[in-house]
C-alpha cells in the first residue's frame, strides 16, 4: 500500500464509509501492533485486532458504517491531525449525525502508532436513540 502518512488516515477513514468489513481490514493492515486508539466515551485499544473487534461491535448498534467527511487534514512529520465530520450509517442508508471530531494520529514507520480521537460525548447519546 504505501504512501504518505496522510494517504494512511484517508485510507483507514475512507474504508470506515465501505462497511464494517473494510474498516476492519483497514485497522488491522494500519495500525502497529502497539497501537493505542482513545476515543472520548470509549474503551481504548490496543493494536489493530482490539480496533477492528471495537468496529465489530457497530452492527449490534444498528449501524454499518461511518461516513467521514473532511474539513481539514494536517499531516506534518509523523503526525497528521484531521478535523472531520462523521456520520453513523445504518443499513438502510439513513444517517445519524452529524459528530464532529478532530483526530491525532502517530505514526512510526508507515503504521499508526497512537490514534487520539476528541468530541463531545454528549453526542454520544444520539447513537443510542431513535
Not at 14 to 25: D, H, P, S, V, Y
Not at 79 to 90: A, K, L, N, P, Y
Amino acid at each position: 500500500m504505501g504512501g504518505s502518512n496522510e494517504d494512511v488516515i484517508r485510507a483507514v477513514l475512507t474504508a470506515w464509509g465501505e462497511g464494517i468489513e473494510a474498516a476492519q481490514a483497514a485497522t488491522r493492515a494500519h495500525f502497529a501492533e502497539d497501537c493505542r486508539w482513545e476515543q472520548t466515551g470509549l474503551p481504548t485499544t490496543t493494536g489493530g485486532e482490539e480496533a477492528a473487534q471495537l468496529l465489530g461491535t457497530m452492527p449490534g448498534m444498528g449501524f454499518s458504517g461511518i461516513d467521514v467527511d473532511f474539513r481539514n487534514v494536517v499531516a506534518a512529520g509523523d503526525v497528521v491531525c484531521t478535523e472531520r465530520v462523521d456520520w453513523m450509517v445504518r443499513p438502510d442508508g439513513s444517517r445519524v449525525g452529524p459528530l464532529p471530531v478532530v483526530g491525532v494520529t502517530e505514526f512510526r514507520n508507515g503504521k499508526i502508532s497512537s490514534w487520539r480521537e476528541y468530541f463531545d460525548s454528549a453526542n454520544l447519546a444520539l447513537l443510542s436513540s431513535d
